[in-house]
């Protein structure tokens, strides 16, 4: 009897399920059933400020998280897109070096991308703060360059936000598309210079479509998390900048609003997967993993 | 004719020709050194600012150099307090997450069974969510009792704080011992079994070795992934517990101590000698086993 399933995996009825039952009960407590609770705090009513609030299918919250913070919807996800455009031009370059030109080098090249992100999340976005500072080196030499005007800043722009993104979320980019360019055979880049294709034309027809999916991957990892994120606003920009996250951040923990909170975050995810299903298709690859 | 056989040549040998073509592999590479240093530009602010000897309670400002900080790194207690609380909940999330996430990825690469495939969709939904939807679900299920969770009232803290991270650890394992356990040999069992091994004594002799390698690497990145988030930890944490993050940002709209330079550094450079000697560790271990 030949074994068809090439990986030499069983058929079994009940050990997988055995397997996965402590992690499947985890997730659905903390992750599946959360998301019902939330669904149902966008639903209710809160009478007063301090009433507790009661689930009576009230949809208006959902008008009013758009009527309210349509602004810092649009904005979120204009920043985001920013950033990830901005993340993929930086990552491709380094992704591109090492996976062709690294040799023994490899593995420690990548490892040198990703060391800059042991130190906490917070604690580099202050470091940006401090570099892009009223009293920096930087906006100094940008001044008497006259790139900025005498009283000219970068602190509390939307362009430190997205800066701020940028960097931030920035190793998600390098590694799926170091991971895509890393499988390309460098024969078929030789094939067709051998065929006369110039450098510039074997990379756009060859190398370039093949490491799509890790692009693909990468602008989802970056987007995702850049358009939720409330950090980079909160210590790089101003009360102009504010993004979706800021609102929601507020709403929840500071004005205890959760009804409209919890409908802003649902359109917010809601936005979010519309715009991967319309970006994978787009792209034309549907494999995430 | 000969022109044609050297340009072959020195293809072959992957160097580039024609002048325009040299000065754009050139421009490629000065992209990705480019790109290099500015991804080290905050970690070289981060590691000078603890030498500065700030003015007032803000550390932004270069003022001049000092060794005063790392005379005295754990100067910030409560910083110290917040740092120790992050290093006991990244421990038990780590442990747990591991474990949970371990079993889940053995049983969908091991078995094939029906739902297997919407086993792995669910399992990738946590990582797609934004983080505030996550932590603002969490909240919301925390505040409310349900009989779900036996009608029990969750006071935010600790303990929510390490569900939490459990949660999205979990995924992260499973999705890391997966891609690990892509090509096993899973005939090496079947080797151990007809030379007489009960199966708990080839899955610990056998299966289990041969898999550490990737438990762990999961394990490192679910503690890494525990000990800097923010976000999720925010929402869920309450007033009473503080974690490093959330020490860090309470913190910083009245002061920023050089202190904070110091640790981070501290975490980086552990951090950075915890990874070099993992990775040494994998491939003398991979040598002696015969897998390089």
Redesign the interface.
Known sequence: MIDRDPEGRKRARLAPWLLLAPGMVWLFLFFFFPLWTLARMSLSSRPSRFANPTFDWNWSNYGDAFSRYGEQFTRSFTYAALATLATLCIAYPIAYVIAFRGGAWKNVLLGLCVVPFFTNYLIRTLAWKTILGDQGPLVEALRSLGVLAADGRLLRTPLAVVGGLTYNFLPFMILPVYVALEKIDPRLVDAARDLYATTWRAFRKVVLPLSLPGVFAGSLLVFIPAAGDFVNAYYLGSAKTTMIGNVVQDQFLVQVDYPVAAALSFVFMAIVMVSVVVYARLLGTEDLA | MNAFLAR?RS?ARGT?TSPA?RI??GL??L??AA??V??????F??VL?SFNKPKGRFN??WQEFTLENWADPFKDRALVDALGVSLRVAGIATVVATF??T??A????????RG?QV??L?????L???????G??????F??P?I??ANRQFTLGFTTIV??H??FC??YV??TVKARL?G????LE?AAMDLGATPTRTFLRVTLPLITPGILAAALLSF?LSI?D??IT??VAGPATTT??IR??GQ?RTA?PPQ??VL?TM??VG??AV?AAG?AWGRRRARRLGLA
């Not at chain 2, 669910?122 to 946590?126: I, T």
């Not at chain 2, 603002?136 to 299920?141: C, D, E, I, R, V």
């Open positions: 072959r293809r580039v073509g754009g592999r490629v590479n992209a990705a790109g290099l500015y991804l080290f530009l905050p970690i602010v981060i600012f932004a400002v949970l996430g079993l889940m053995l049983a969908l690469v091991r078995y094939r069974f297997g086993t792995n669910l399992l990738v939904l946590p797609t969510a934004p983080e505030i939807v996550l603002a679900s969490l909240l919301t299920l505040l409310e349900h779900v969770l569900l939490a459990i949660m979990v995924s499973a999705m892509r096993f040999d899973w005939t079947d890494a800097d923010f976000i925010y929402f490093f993050p860090i940002f910083s920023t904070i330079n981070a975490i980086l951090s950075v990874l990775t």
